[in-house]
C-alpha cells in the first residue's frame, strides 16, 4: 500500500463541488428552525464541522496527500425533509481536492446527525456525490494512442557498443506500455550532426514524434540541439523550459540540459530527451499526455 507519487505532475487550479443529505423528521426539522437542539445552532455547527472534515481529511484518509487548502466553504441548508449540504474546496497543487469536498460534506452531515440523534432515530444520511472536479489530468491529459513515434539515442560510445542503451529502452517502454503510443523507428546514432540532421529529415512527416535521447549537454559532440534546430520550423519553449523546471526537482543538473523540442514539416515533434534513463522517465511523463493535442494545433485541427 502506498500513496500515488504526484511529484511529476504540474501545480495547476484544482477544485471540486460535492453535496449530500440527511433525511430528517417533521418534527426534528421544526426543532431546527427554531432552534430549539439543546446542543446549539445545528446550521451553523455543521457549516464549521463540513469546514474541519475538508482540512482533517489526510488525517482520516491514509492515501490522501497532505494539501493547503486555498479556498473552502460549505452550505447547509434546512428543506421541508431534511438538511441538503453542498461544498467547494480549491486549491493550487498536483493533486485533486475532492476527496476533501466529500469529507466535508460527509462531516457536516455527520455532525446533523451527532446533534439531532436524541430526537430522531431514523435519520438517513443519502446521496452524497461529487458533482464536479476541475483542473487535474482529465482537463488537459491523452495518451498517445494512434500516433506512430521514432526513438534515437544519440551516443558515440552506444554507436560503437561500447555502452548499452539503456535510455532508448526506457522510452520504447513508457511510449509504448504506458502511453500506447507506437514505435515504428528506433535507432542508434553517433552524436554526428549531419547525420542526426539527415535522419531527422528523413523521419519527418512520416512519425507523428520523433524522441532523441542524449547530446544536449556542453559537449563538443553534444550536436542534438543544434541539429534539431536545423529541422524545426517552429520552436515548442514551453515543453523546453518545462523539462528544465520540473528536472531540477530531481537534481539540478537539469539546469545543464540544452534540450530543443519542435515542430518540423506538416506536424512531426521533435522532442530531444536527456541520456540518462531517468532524465528520460521523468521528462517523457510528463510533456506525453500533451502531445497529441500539440499535434492538432500544428495540423490546424484544433485551436488552443
Known sequence: MKMADV???????????????????????????NKQIPKG???????MAGLLGAKKTPEV????????IDQAFVEVQLQEDGIYVK???RCIGRTGVEME?????????????DMCKAFDKNMVISDIKLVSKKGGKSDYEEDLSGLKCAVITLSDSCYRKEAEDKSGKV???IIENEFKGEVVHYEILPDDKEKIVEKLKQLTDKVDIIFTTGGTGF???????????EVIEKEMIGFEEAMRIIGIRFTPKSLLSR????????HTLIINLPGSSSGVRDNLKMIAPLLKHAIRMAKGEKKH
Not at 220 to 228: L, Y
Request: include cysteine.
Open 7 to 33: 511529484s511529476m505532475k504540474f501545480e495547476t487550479i484544482r477544485e471540486a463541488q460535492a453535496e449530500g443529505k440527511i433525511y430528517l423528521s417533521k418534527e426534528t426539522i421544526e426543532m431546527i428552525k
Open 61 to 68: 484518509l491514509p492515501f490522501c496527500h497532505p494539501i493547503l
Open 101 to 113: 469536498a466529500l469529507t466535508a460534506v460527509s462531516a457536516a452531515l455527520l455532525n446533523v446527525y
Open 41 to 47: 445552532d445545528v446550521i451553523t455547527a455543521s457549516q
Open 87 to 89: 461544498s467547494f474546496v
Open 171 to 173: 522510452a520504447i517502454d
Open 219 to 229: 559537449g563538443k559532440r553534444d550536436n542534438t540541439p543544434e541539429a534539431t534546430k
Open 259 to 266: 534540450a530543443v523540442c519542435g515542430i518540423a514539416g506538416d
